[in-house]
């Protein structure tokens, strides 16, 4: 195994967050097979040297990052008694690594599926402190027209919330709309109410990009891939609520 950053590795165990490691390391309580690690970027191997914190032995697991296009009818979850869902698309070997969805579709959503079994990058993905943007392509009923764009970026009120300011990209602008829809929040069925808020509701919700990650169009429905850990992190590259460029196929 490769070396890696002793706070990477304790992190990834769930616990501790990487600056309570550092925390821990400057108060001497993280031992390193039994000596007192001197700094949190120290290395070290974690399938071979034991690392305890304050008297605990870290139990490591490797952090897997899975990006799937998930097909409609699918749910976004770990397990259910009727419906198959995200994790029973992944060969046996990964439904044992603790995966979960980080952030959820709707079961009859399609697109970037994020799944990893690291909980502090699933948080940093989810919560809405982190503002990270998300790009859906949508197909509505109605025609949408520029004064909903308006309505959009003024921020959409809806009966039980008000929604964050967010972009509409009109790509249809005769007939059913066509739309790229940018959000930087996630609450429940969120997309679908701000369309029916604008009397255009949704038909077809495809997600196409977390933050700076973007769905591999390479990927059919039902498909998966690994992400390394830098594909992992662009998901909060500054300046990533930027538009779908005109090569990402919309195709469903
Ligand atoms: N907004 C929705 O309405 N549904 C999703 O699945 C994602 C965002």
């Not at 290395?43 to 690392?51: F, L, S």
Request: glycine letters at 8%; one cysteine or more; a positive charge.
């Amino acid at each position: 195994m490769a070396l890696q950053r002793l706070d990477k590795i304790i992190a990834s165990a769930g616990r501790y967050s990487r600056r309570e490691v550092a925390e821990r390391v400057r108060r001497g309580e993280v031992l390193v097979n039994g000596a007192p690690a001197r700094t949190a970027a120290q290395k070290a191997d974690p399938e071979v040297d034991v690392i305890a914190v304050s008297g605990e032995t870290v139990v490591w697991k490797a952090v897997r990052w899975i990006m799937m296009n998930k097909p409609s009818g699918v749910l976004s979850a770990t397990e259910d008694r009727r419906d198959s869902t995200a994790l029973d698309l992944l060969p046996e070997e990964y439904r044992r690594m603790g995966l979960f969805p980080a952030g959820r579709l709707d079961k009859d959503a399609v697109g970037l599926l994020l799944l990893t079994n690291d909980g502090t990058y699933a948080h940093r993905v989810i919560s809405p402190g982190s503002h990270v943007w998300k790009e859906y392509y949508v197909e509505t009923e109605g025609t949408l027209r520029p004064e909903h764009c308006r309505e959009m970026e003024r921020g959409i009120r809806l009966k039980d919330m008000q929604c964050l300011p967010a972009g509409l990209e009109i790509l249809q602008t005769e007939g059913p709309g066509k739309a790229l829809v940018t959000v930087r929040e996630g609450k429940f069925h969120q997309v679908k109410r701000m369309m029916a808020a604008l009397n255009c509701p949704v038909l077809f919700l495809k997600r196409l990009a977390i933050g700076g990650l973007r769905l591999d169009e390479a990927l059919a429905p039902g498909q998966w891939k690994e992400l390394t850990e830098e594909e992992a992190e662009s998901v909060f590259r500054p300046g990533s609520e930027g538009k779908t460029p005109d090569a990402v196929k919309l195709n469903k």
